[in-house]
């Protein structure tokens, strides 16, 4: 059944705005996969945070004109979802490189991240990234490094001390004996 006009400008208002905030966004051909499998993804997308949506591709072009992600527009051929993070850059790459090894209809088309445009080669490379709080901790372990290095050093100084006068002590008492 034929979209009417008014449902065709809020389904592009929605996906643009979506686009607008998105940090990153991936296009997917879903054919071939089945409803509950579709079901499942999207269940896993709002999990992930992963704002999920099939729509038809000349609404798509226009949605993300204007937007960074616009450079997406050259793969909005056949069956499209969109696939939008806009917390975590690599969580949409992660959620269709976990399906796509799940489900095999399903083929990512593309990617972008900020105002460039990724082949779908580049999937693994993007989905691998960290998360927020992964990078957080990895910063905090390099900056932390340093400073546990130069504790350990101090606290060794007095226990070389304490081991050379215990050293002494029984040098002396073998002595004596």
């Keep these: 059944m034929p979209l009417k006009l008014e449902g065709k400008r809020a389904i592009v208002a929605d996906v643009h705005e979506a686009a607008n905030g998105a940090l990153a ?9 089945t409803v509950a499998e579709m079901t499942t993804m999207r269940a896993t997308a709002r999990q992930r945070g992963v704002w999920l949506r099939v729509v038809r591709n000349t609404l798509a072009r226009r949605a993300v004109a204007g937007t960074k992600h616009e450079p997406l527009q050259e793969v909005f051929t056949g069956p499209t979802m969109l696939a939008l993070s806009h917390e975590d850059p690599g969580a949409a790459a992660r959620l269709l490189r976990d399906c796509a090894g799940q489900y095999d209809a399903l083929e990512v088309k593309g990617l972008s991240i900020g105002a460039g445009f990724l082949a779908a080669s580049e999937l693994t490379r993007v989905a691998d990234l960290p998360t927020l709080d992964e990078a957080r901790a990895q910063l905090m372990a390099v900056m ?3 400073v546990g290095q130069f504790a350990r050093a101090l606290g060794d100084v007095p226990a070389r001390l304490a081991r050379a006068l215990a050293a002494v002590q029984r040098e002396k008492a073998a002595a004596d004996s």
């Excluded at 966004?25 to 996969?33: C, E, I, L, P, S």
Aim: aromatic share 8%; net charge neutral.
């Design 25 to 33: 966004a991936a296009a997917a051909d879903y054919r071939g996969m």
């Design 144 to 146: 932390l490094a340093p």
